[in-house]
């Protein structure tokens, strides 16, 4: 009976907590979101986590999920973002490395690390407040370099929404920040 159903009465059953709509998501996109995400990646451990805390993701917020798109987009949309997130992730860190192995007698002292630590984990913290849409658009913008045109083309939006979405967004986390900055120095 479940796995006739289209993705959207699939939805509508999982924001009633359905188990098996549920399921039958899961075993519909696991594997194309990991082949994509494994390909992307090079690494299929990293690529089944990054799948996984989509799964996680959609089931934990699944009375208040709205999506506009088709879900099968949503899901392509969200294994390029949780990508792009650790793709730069990797390359911030690597940067951070070489940049200390260059300077030889580290050039960013522990206490730079730890402040810079703590700035990076407040930044996630405040994107993640965001509201769903505010933080999905600044995500596609700010991470995965998204035009404006492809980020209102993608979730099928206005470009003056995207840019409200993103003064939103910035709004937010000057405000943060500044805070932050302050208590720091």
Known sequence: MIDGCSDEDLLCLLKKGDNQAFGEIFNR????????????????????????????????RREVLEISI?????????????????????????????NVTASGSGYFSAHDGLE???????????????????QLVYQLSRESGYSHRKISQTLNISEKT?????????????????GLLLSLF
């Open 162 to 178: 995207v840019e409200a979405h993103i003064s939103k967004a910035l709004k937010a986390i000057k405000r943060g920040i500044n």
């Open 70 to 98: 088709s879900l099968n987009h949503y899901l392509a949309v969200a294994v390029k973002y949780r990508v792009s997130r650790l793709l730069a992730a990797r390359l911030k860190k690597d940067t951070l490395d070489d």
């Open 29 to 60: 996109y696991w594997k194309p979101l990991l082949y994509v995400a494994a390909k992307k990646l090079g690494n299929i451990d990293e690529a089944e986590d990054v799948v996984q805390e989509i799964f996680v993701s959609i089931w934990s």
């Open 116 to 134: 810079f630590e703590q700035l990076e984990t407040r930044l996630a913290h405040i994107v993640a407040s965001l509201p769903q849409k505010c």
